[in-house]
Nanobody
Framework: QVQLQESGGGSVEAGGSMRLSCVAS????????IGWFRQRPGKEREGVAT????????YYTDPVKGRFTVSQDKSKNTVFLEMSSLKPEDSAMYYC??????????????????WGQGTQVTVSS
């Protein structure tokens, strides 16, 4: 079955950097979309970035453009989220997701069917 495992979260000071990883298994990795989402306490889950694994095309939500970079290592079925210039408002549980429904908005959680357990990112001011 499909499994997604996030790692790399932790605590960092504002302005710092962090890299998250998502290892995917049980899916056709070379022809899918993997999304990164985050959820802050009391807030709805929101899309952060996505990558089309076939050609590596990225897509970002506006608040992270220029600060976050999504990339992949196809040989390891792994997607990365490189985060820099982190802000306290970036603090959240970060999830990766797969099973994108064609026609669905790339950054909408409802467009995905499979989720990892999440990794916590805390940015202190």
């Amino acid at each position: 079955q499909v499994q997604l495992q996030e790692s790399g979260g932790g605590s960092v000071e504002a302005g710092g950097s962090m890299r998250l990883s998502c290892v995917a298994s049980g899916l056709p990795y070379s022809s899918t979309v993997i999304g990164w989402f985050r959820q802050r306490p009391g807030k709805e889950r929101e899309g952060v970035a996505t990558i089309a694994t076939g050609d590596g095309t990225p897509y970002y939500t506006d608040p992270v453009k220029g600060r976050f970079t999504v990339s992949q290592d196809k040989s390891k079925n792994t997607v990365f989220l490189e985060m820099s210039s982190l802000k306290p408002e970036d603090s959240a549980m970060y999830y990766c997701a797969s099973g994108w429904r064609p026609g669905g908005h790339l950054l909408q959680p409802d467009s995905y069917t499979k989720w990892g357990q999440g990794t916590q990112v805390t940015v202190s001011s």
